[in-house]
Each structure stands twice: as structure tokens, then as C-alpha cells.
């Protein structure tokens, strides 16, 4: 493999990845930090909820498995669904780039896709056909971004979890950046306002992927291409994947829990967080840059604590525990506020503080996951396993956490995120007691 040039002691196409993902996170999280107050407070309500195309038939599925759903519970199945499909569809995304067409076009189209259906939600028939066109977009984007950051590097290279941590820092930067204005669009100007800002976003992607095409790292060797089988996995590959595989499962229960920031916890800024500073409220939307903001300016610190402890900063697996155990912490702080305000409304600074505490853990744990699946995964199906990387946001932080999310208007608030904490806890305990009986299988192979 060629060496990359170098920008900054990374490899220059380095830039043009966070470039790109950090608009493409802008138009995913203008979106998402509508969508939730979109569904409940106009779109689901009556007058404009029959304009919606296919809504008495997907109304009907849910309804199906779950009984009557009143306009909350239906958002919340909505947006659970349209968050793990995104992330189920990268294994499709992975599998065309590692068999057929390789990273590069496979992500370029998912741009084009995401970029029209971020527009089509400006329109309120075209609601389900555009999630539809995000779910597919955002699959072959997502899974090949994350790739080619770890194709940048060789085998063994140490920049490799330092170029995966700053390419985090531009995805939270978009994170960060978009509520304030697709949210501040939506919330006061009009909801299309803010779902254009976000279609504009990928645009923007589009063009800096473009620019950046020749510093992208060369395409892997694909079986296809040269009309030969694949070379069977060794003993050993398949362990290392079959570790990884065994990870998904906690990392579900992880993900149900931080998923619930953009469904359940938006619903408590809106309806129960006194959101008052000095005589002016703070948009609800805001709430949602709280998290991207604190892995924006909280990311180089801890790498710092890392790189100051040297071989006795934790692995990889440990980084993931404490990630876990730090959204229990988290949830059971709002946990007391909801008990501690009764039937009043929570200062909105319990909310910062449930955001910083969370957000810590979501640092130490999803850039070492995204690492962890590009060191250990054989070369030859890198994508597809960086997919699989991607399961627990699926299975997790779509259809669990929106079934979770159902609840919200059956429980008491306070037990409610109890609920979640014990969630977490236990998925926190699960890596924690695997982590040195993996460790000899998640050794990366040079």
C-alpha cells in the first residue's frame, strides 16, 4: 500500500474524511433534532397527519405488534425505527464496497441519496419516502467513511487511534453546529426551513469528498475484481471475529441508553426543563449540541490522560465499560431530578450535567469501538466488519430504544430513567467481565 501524504503528522486524506463527515453529521443531527418535536407537536397531529403518504398502513404494522398508539408512542416508533435502519443498512453498504465497487463510489452515492432526502422532508407527503432514502444513503456512506480512515494507515501504524479520535472530533463538530441552525430554522422559522439547512449540509459533504478524491487511500484488493474466490479465514481470523461479534451484544443495551438523548430526553426539554436564563428560554433544540459540544472540546483532554499514562491507560474493551458505566451515572442523575422537581419543571442545568457525564463515557467508548473493529478485522472484508461495528446502533439505538421510549408516557419519570441506568450498568459489567479473556484475541495482527 502506497503511504498517504502527510498533513500534520496525519495522512492527508485524513482531513478531507473529517471534512466530509463533519457535514454529513450536520445534516443527521439538523434532522434528527427536529424530528422527534416535528412528529409530536405538528406533523402526527390531525390536519396534517392524513397528508402523509403511507401512514394508515405504517401505522397499522406498529400498531400490529404494540396495540393503540397515541401521537407519542407512534413518534417514538418512527424515530427508533428510522435510526437503527440507518445503521443496519451499512452492512449492505459494506458488502458492495468490499465485493463489488469499493469504498469510494459506494459512500459517494449514499452523499447523493442523503442530499435528496434530507430536501424531501421539507415536504409533508414525503415524509416516509424520504427516511426511506436517508436509511439507504446513510448506510453506504457511513460504513466506508469509517474505513477509509483506517486504510489511511499500515498495519501497526500508532497514529491509527489518534487519526480515528480526531475524526470524531468532525463528527461532533457537525453535531454540534446543527442544531443551532437547522434547529434554530425549524423551531422559529418553519420546520421545512431547517430540514433544507440540513439538505444543504450534504452538499456541502458532497463537494468536499470530491476535492479530497485523489488523497483517499487506494481501494483493498476485492475478490470480484480479479474473478478468484476469497481465501478462506483462518483459525485465528475467525476468532478475532467471533470476539467481536460476542462485543455487539452489550454494546446494544449501550446504545438503547444514548439513543434516548434524541427521543425521550428532547420530549423532557421540551415539556419538563425549566429552560429560563436570564428572562430568555433557550430553544429545545439547543440541548441536542450539548453532547457534540462536550466530545468537541472533551476529546483532546482525555487523550491527553491517555497518552500521559501510557501502558496503563485502558483497553480498548475497559474504555467501553466505563463508557457504559458512565451513562449509568447519567441516567440516575436524572433520575433524581425528575424525583426532586414533583409536578414542577427541572432547572435546565440538570440537563448540562446529565449531557457532560454521558458524553465522557460516549468518548471513552465509541471512538475505541470504531478503532478496535479496524484493527482487528481482516483486510479482505474491512467494510463488512466495520458494519458489524455498527449492529448494536441498529439493533440498540433504534428498535430497542424506541420500544424503551414507548414507555415514556406510561412511567413515572423518575423510574423511567432508573430503567435506563440499569440497562446500561449491566452492559458496562458484561464488557468488564470479558475484557481479559478477549484480550488475547483482540491483539491486532500485523
Given at each position: 500500500m502506497t503511504t498517504p501524504r502527510a498533513l500534520f503528522d496525519q495522512p492527508r486524506g485524513l482531513a478531507f474524511l473529517f471534512g466530509t463527515e463533519m457535514w454529513e453529521r450536520f445534516s443527521y443531527y439538523g434532522m434528527r433534532a427536529l424530528l422527534v418535536g416535528y412528529l409530536v407537536k405538528y406533523l402526527l397531529l390531525p390536519g396534517h397527519v392524513e397528508q402523509v403518504w403511507l401512514y394508515?398502513?405504517?401505522?397499522?404494522?406498529?400498531e400490529m405488534l404494540a396495540g393503540?398508539?397515541?401521537v407519542q408512542p407512534m413518534s417514538a416508533f418512527i424515530y427508533g425505527t428510522y435510526t437503527g435502519l440507518i445503521y443496519a443498512t451499512p452492512l449492505l453498504g459494506g458488502w458492495m464496497a468490499d465485493r463489488y465497487f469499493g469504498q469510494r463510489l459506494i459512500a459517494l452515492s449514499g452523499i447523493v441519496m442523503m442530499a435528496f432526502g434530507h430536501f424531501m422532508m421539507a415536504f409533508e407527503n414525503l415524509l416516509f419516502p424520504a427516511l426511506a432514502l436517508l436509511i439507504v444513503g446513510g448506510g453506504?456512506?457511513?460504513?466506508?467513511?469509517?474505513t477509509q480512515v483506517g486504510l489511511l494507515y499500515e498495519k501497526g501504524d500508532p497514529r491509527r487511534d489518534s487519526g480515528?479520535?480526531?475524526?470524531?472530533?468532525?463528527?461532533?463538530?457537525?453535531?454540534?453546529?446543527?442544531p443551532f441552525v437547522c434547529g434554530t430554522l425549524g423551531e422559529e422559522v418553519g420546520w421545512r426551513y431547517g430540514f433544507g439547512a440540513a439538505g444543504v449540509g450534504m452538499l456541502l459533504a458532497l463537494a468536499v469528498y470530491?476535492?479530497?478524491?485523489?488523497?483517499?487511500?487506494?481501494?483493498?484488493?476485492?475478490?470480484?475484481?480479479?474473478?478468484?474466490?476469497?481465501?478462506?479465514?483462518?483459525?485465528?481470523?475467525?476468532?478475532?471475529?467471533g470476539a467481536l461479534f460476542?462485543?455487539?451484544?452489550?454494546?446494544?443495551?449501550?446504545?438503547?441508553?444514548?439513543?434516548q438523548q434524541g427521543n425521550t430526553v428532547a420530549l423532557w426539554s421540551m415539556d419538563n426543563t425549566d429552560r429560563a436564563i436570564f428572562g430568555w428560554n433557550i430553544p429545545w433544540t439547543w440541548f441536542q449540541s450539548f453532547n457534540p459540544g462536550v466530545i468537541f472540546f472533551g476529546?483532546?483532554?482525555?487523550?491527553?490522560?491517555?497518552?500521559?499514562?501510557?501502558?496503563?491507560?485502558?483497553?480498548?474493551?475497559?474504555?467501553?465499560?466505563?463508557?457504559?458505566?458512565?451513562?449509568?451515572?447519567?441516567?440516575?442523575?436524572?433520575?433524581?431530578?425528575?424525583?426532586?422537581?414533583?409536578?414542577?419543571?427541572?432547572?435546565?442545568?440538570?440537563?448540562a450535567v446529565y449531557f457532560v457525564i454521558m458524553t465522557v463515557g460516549e468518548i471513552y467508548l465509541y471512538?475505541?469501538?470504531?478503532?478496535?473493529?479496524?484493527?482487528?478485522?481482516?483486510?479482505?472484508?474491512?467494510s463488512l466488519m466495520m458494519a458489524v461495528n455498527f449492529l448494536p446502533n441498529f439493533l440498540g439505538g433504534g428498535f430497542l430504544q424506541g420500544w424503551l421510549a414507548s414507555y415514556w408516557d406510561k412511567m413515572d419519570k423518575s423510574l423511567f430513567f432508573v430503567m435506563i441506568a440499569l440497562i446500561a450498568a449491566v452492559a458496562g459489567l458484561a464488557i468488564h467481565a470479558v475484557d481479559r479473556p478477549l484480550r488475547p484475541l483482540l491483539e491486532e495482527k500485523t
Amino acid at each position: 500500500m502506497t503511504t498517504p501524504r502527510a498533513l500534520f503528522d496525519q495522512p492527508r486524506g485524513l482531513a478531507f474524511l473529517f471534512g466530509t463527515e463533519m457535514w454529513e453529521r450536520f445534516s443527521y443531527y439538523g434532522m434528527r433534532a427536529l424530528l422527534v418535536g416535528y412528529l409530536v407537536k405538528y406533523l402526527l397531529l390531525p390536519g396534517h397527519v392524513e397528508q402523509v403518504w403511507l401512514y394508515p398502513q405504517i401505522k397499522g404494522f406498529y400498531e400490529m405488534l404494540a396495540g393503540p398508539l397515541g401521537v407519542q408512542p407512534m413518534s417514538a416508533f418512527i424515530y427508533g425505527t428510522y435510526t437503527g435502519l440507518i445503521y443496519a443498512t451499512p452492512l449492505l453498504g459494506g458488502w458492495m464496497a468490499d465485493r463489488y465497487f469499493g469504498q469510494r463510489l459506494i459512500a459517494l452515492s449514499g452523499i447523493v441519496m442523503m442530499a435528496f432526502g434530507h430536501f424531501m422532508m421539507a415536504f409533508e407527503n414525503l415524509l416516509f419516502p424520504a427516511l426511506a432514502l436517508l436509511i439507504v444513503g446513510g448506510g453506504f456512506f457511513k460504513t466506508n467513511t469509517s474505513t477509509q480512515v483506517g486504510l489511511l494507515y499500515e498495519k501497526g501504524d500508532p497514529r491509527r487511534d489518534s487519526g480515528y479520535s480526531i475524526f470524531y472530533v468532525g463528527i461532533n463538530l457537525g453535531a454540534f453546529l446543527a442544531p443551532f441552525v437547522c434547529g434554530t430554522l425549524g423551531e422559529e422559522v418553519g420546520w421545512r426551513y431547517g430540514f433544507g439547512a440540513a439538505g444543504v449540509g450534504m452538499l456541502l459533504a458532497l463537494a468536499v469528498y470530491l476535492i479530497g478524491w485523489k488523497d483517499l487511500p487506494p481501494e483493498p484488493p476485492r475478490a470480484m475484481r480479479a474473478k478468484q474466490p476469497r481465501p478462506p479465514l483462518t483459525k485465528a481470523e475467525w476468532k478475532s471475529v467471533g470476539a467481536l461479534f460476542l462485543l455487539v451484544i452489550p454494546l446494544t443495551l449501550y446504545w438503547a441508553c444514548n439513543e434516548q438523548q434524541g427521543n425521550t430526553v428532547a420530549l423532557w426539554s421540551m415539556d419538563n426543563t425549566d429552560r429560563a436564563i436570564f428572562g430568555w428560554n433557550i430553544p429545545w433544540t439547543w440541548f441536542q449540541s450539548f453532547n457534540p459540544g462536550v466530545i468537541f472540546f472533551g476529546t483532546p483532554m482525555l487523550l491527553a490522560l491517555w497518552q500521559r499514562q501510557g501502558a496503563g491507560a485502558p483497553s480498548s474493551t475497559m474504555k467501553m465499560a466505563w463508557g457504559c458505566y458512565l451513562m449509568t451515572i447519567a441516567n440516575l442523575v436524572m433520575a433524581f431530578a425528575a424525583w426532586h422537581l414533583g409536578a414542577g419543571k427541572s432547572n435546565w442545568l440538570w440537563l448540562a450535567v446529565y449531557f457532560v457525564i454521558m458524553t465522557v463515557g460516549e468518548i471513552y467508548l465509541y471512538p475505541a469501538s470504531l478503532s478496535l473493529f479496524s484493527k482487528i478485522a481482516p483486510l479482505r472484508i474491512v467494510s463488512l466488519m466495520m458494519a458489524v461495528n455498527f449492529l448494536p446502533n441498529f439493533l440498540g439505538g433504534g428498535f430497542l430504544q424506541g420500544w424503551l421510549a414507548s414507555y415514556w408516557d406510561k412511567m413515572d419519570k423518575s423510574l423511567f430513567f432508573v430503567m435506563i441506568a440499569l440497562i446500561a450498568a449491566v452492559a458496562g459489567l458484561a464488557i468488564h467481565a470479558v475484557d481479559r479473556p478477549l484480550r488475547p484475541l483482540l491483539e491486532e495482527k500485523t
